[in-house]
């Protein structure tokens, strides 16, 4: 049988705004409420940003916390927290989810490896401050998603692997159609996959446009994917998503097509290997 593939729901993001589209999540029950509906859709875990009342960007520990236990209340979907936040926050302010222990603590945490530029701003990402981020995943126990806007990321990882911050083989992904990165396309995403350390997972997320059509690139070459709010705001050409589930839904559509169906969180954890 085919392996299931790991649908991720990106809920929130730092640069969706409720000017674009009326149906992103901001508060935490509102967040809660379309991770049940992610869930049933077909997504295994949920990507997590946060916000604060007047739909700002945070990384505030008791916003995260907030939004893990109302999501934990209804449903057993996985929780990845970002530790990217938004464009200009310091390292302390980016791990704040970090800092969550316990039954708050989250199932996974991203860890993007490089600095790139990010449309008109810079996505700030020195090896310094990569280290410092995956000693704190390091030692809360959990297993990094490493986000790679570009090639170079990939041979970062295996750095990071060297200096003992990161165990290889890991789950990585691809973050494609960013200006000023990486665009989505085919040839871009086998070249990714081809330089993956050997025995490594992957999801593929393609932002705009391209989401969705890329949820069946993933699905052919036997990998992963992500979709939602954060990245792509649009089910079709010119109509909104109503919500992150809906995307969701599409995606699972689409890997059923492919052969794959979705994978549940239990499904997922031992895919990622997450402990």
């Known amino acids: 049988m085919s392996t299931p593939m790991v649908i991720t729901a990106a809920m929130v993001g730092a640069e969706t705004t409720r000017e674009q589209t009326p149906h992103l999540p901001i508060t935490a029950e509102e967040i809660a409420e379309d991770a049940v509906r992610c869930r049933e859709a077909g997504a295994a875990m949920v990507h997590l940003h946060v916000r604060t009342a007047d739909g700002k960007p945070s990384q505030d520990a008791e916003l995260f916390r907030a939004a893990i236990r109302a999501i934990r209340k209804r449903t057993d979907v996985l929780i990845q927290t970002s530790t990217g936040g938004a464009v200009g926050m310091t390292v302390d302010q980016r791990c704040g989810p970090l800092t969550l222990t316990g039954e708050d603590r989250p199932d996974m945490a991203t860890l993007t490896t490089g600095t790139v530029n990010f449309g008109e701003e810079v996505f700030w990402n020195p090896r310094p401050l990569v280290r410092d981020i995956a000693k704190r995943i390091k030692a809360l126990g959990l297993r990094p998603e490493l986000e790679c806007f570009d090639v170079g990321m990939l041979d970062e990882a295996r750095y990071l692997a060297k200096e003992g911050l990161v165990d290889l083989p890991a789950h990585f992904d691809f973050v494609l159609g960013v200006p000023g990165t990486l665009q989505a396309r085919p040839e871009v995403l086998d070249f990714m996959i081809a330089s993956l350390p050997e025995g490594s997972t992957w999801t ?17 070459r036997g990998g992963n994917a992500r979709v939602g709010l954060e990245d792509n705001i649009y089910v079709s050409k010119g109509v909104l998503a109503k919500g992150n589930w809906e995307l969701v839904a599409e995606a699972a559509k689409r890997a059923r097509a492919h052969g794959r169906e979705p994978a549940t969180p239990e499904q997922a954890r031992k895919l990622l290997r997450l402990s």
């Open 204 to 220: 593929v997320a393609a932002v705009g446009r391209h989401q969705l059509p890329f949820v069946d690139e993933a699905a052919k």
